[in-house]
């Protein structure tokens, strides 16, 4: 008889919130599991990199809420890797810095489960840096000590005779105590001068940042709430100069990305490296034509065309995919030109290995025909597109007698998965603006509100339409575009929008 099939434990270090700063093992772990088990300090942006098939449990909620006991957690993943399954556990910041990694690892021994710890970065080191204050400096402290603020019930106390002769000290989980640690650090030698630091939710986009002295930092932080981790030393004078990450032009703003699930990842990364908080709010879902046999029938004949016009990356994807599928390649395309709109797509073609012949000044569909001659009678054209989209083209072609063909190879299905979190933002003024990078997000975002007022909902909101066709779109509905780039993708309406943005008042800080 064969053993009952045995799977493995990753316990995972998501770092401190950004996710930028998770490790190349810890993706590379994500990407391979069957099951994620997560606290709720795990920026939930990493689960995209689980497959779509992974179970995802979240096991904690905020301080004070429901949190599953330890005891339930190690059963849940000792339960899971003994049903044969590769088990990541998703651990906020290091799971050896105060996240009872060192527990759950003993758990998975007693159990018999094999085990691999990858860390993470702490936010005891992570958190300091991006509110701009070294740990330590050769002309300050050259030692650093890490206490939890928040001690267990059982187990060793806090030495705090010890830590008056510590340069830099920093304390986890300890906001709600900061009276009383200043009281016993006062008490234990420490100078009411010394300088202290209050940082709630660090490396996140709306990071905030108390400074003082243990003689008045706890009335200076008074509505500061966790997360949040208390810094002392002297080393925090260093701040004003060295504080990078809450400069930043987009920092403190709140900004909805409307695009498809699988394409927001670049745009949410332009948008975070500027310092913004994205909220993810996919109003389509890109997918795959329902039948494939117009297609097919195109790439059996497909000798025939003189041209091929892809008008968007996802119309290369997904032609691209459906002919390797078939066993065919690039070589089906020889003889043949091929035009794309705009440089997205055209990047999409060359990284593919095919460089295009045409890709026009103006990323509009009218504006491959001013590429063209005016007599196109005799030559047929191919057009791989979405199921519904705009007939500027087709019928621009067909009027110089043309030959043209559209064929679907994706279609955009409206979702609304975070529809009722965006109008609650929404309500309460907690959006500086909302993008939109085609007409179908226009679209489907007003569907996903029907019943709302969209004008006076979105009243004060900066409005980004990535092109004039899209913002078109977005007045029909009553939104008038606040913001359209002079070049129509998506690096440039990230800077357009940080532009617009810098020109208003600052967000409440």
Avoid at 41 to 66: D, F, S, T
Avoid at 266 to 281: K, T
Avoid at 310 to 329: I, K, M, Y
Wanted: charged fraction near 25%; aromatic fraction near 6%; include cysteine.
């Amino acid at each position: 008889m064969n053993p009952e099939p045995k799977g493995k434990v990753f316990l995972v270090g998501a770092g401190p919130g950004d996710p930028g700063l998770l490790t190349l093992k810890g993706k590379r772990c994500l990407e391979c599991a069957d099951v994620v088990i997560y606290d709720y300090l795990v920026n939930e942006r990493l689960l995209a990199y689980a497959p779509p098939a992974a179970e995802r449990i979240c096991v904690g909620k905020q301080a004070g809420e429901h949190r599953l006991p330890q005891e339930e957690i190690n059963r849940l993943v000792i339960e899971r890797a003994l049903g044969g399954r590769m088990v990541v556990r998703l651990k906020g910041g290091d799971p050896f810095i105060f996240g009872r990694g060192g527990e759950e690892a003993e758990a998975l021994v007693e159990a018999g489960v094999p085990f691999e710890i990858v860390p993470g970065v702490t936010s005891a080191i992570a958190v300091p840096a991006y509110a701009g204050i070294p740990l330590t400096h050769r002309d300050l402290t050259s030692s650093v000590a890490f206490v939890a603020g928040r001690p267990a019930r059982e187990g060793p106390g806090i030495d705090w005779r010890a830590l008056s002769g510590i340069g830099t000290v920093v304390f986890l989980m300890g906001v709600s105590r900061l009276s009383e640690i200043v009281e016993r650090l006062l008490e234990h030698g420490r100078s009411p001068e010394t300088p202290v630091a209050v940082i709630r939710s660090g490396t996140w986009p709306l990071q905030q940042t108390v400074t003082g002295t243990l003689r008045d930092i706890v009335e200076r932080a008074k509505t500061v709430r966790p997360p949040a981790i208390i810094l002392v030393g002297e080393v925090v004078r260093l701040r004003d100069r060295l504080g990078w990450f809450e400069d930043k032009p987009l920092f403190g703003r709140r900004i909805v990305v409307t695009r498809a699930r699988e394409q927001q990842s670049d745009f949410a990364e332009l948008l975070e490296g500027y310092g913004a908080e994205v909220i993810e709010c996919p109003t389509i879902a890109i997918l795959p034509p329902e039948d494939w046999t117009a297609l097919d029938q195109c790439l059996e004949r497909i000798g025939g065309y003189h041209w091929v016009i892809f008008t968007s990356a996802n119309g290369v994807r997904f032609f691209l995919g459906r002919l390797r599928e078939r066993g065919g390649d690039l070589r089906v395309l020889y003889g043949i030109r091929v035009a794309t709109i705009g440089p997205a797509t055209a990047a999409a073609l060359e990284g593919a290995g095919l460089r295009p012949d045409l890709v026009p000044d103006e990323y509009r569909a009218e504006a491959i025909l001013e590429g063209l001659d005016r007599d196109l009678h005799g030559v047929r054209f191919l057009v791989p597109r979405a199921a519904e989209a705009r007939e500027a083209l087709p019928a621009g072609l067909r009027e110089r007698g043309a030959h043209v063909e559209i064929v679907p190879v994706y279609r955009t299905m409206q979702v609304a998965d975070q529809a009722g979190a965006v109008v609650g933002l929404l309500q309460a003024g907690q959006i500086d603006a909302v993008t939109f990078t085609s007409s179908s997000t226009v679209v489907s975002f007003a569907e996903m509100f029907r019943g709302e007022d969209l004008p006076a909902l979105l009243k004060g909101v900066t409005i980004a339409c990535i092109g004039p066709i899209t913002a078109e779109t977005a007045t029909h509905y009553g939104l008038a575009a606040d913001v359209i780039p002079s070049a129509f993708t998506i690096p440039s309406l990230a800077e357009a929008l940080v532009t617009h943005l810098a020109s208003l008042s600052p967000p409440p800080s």
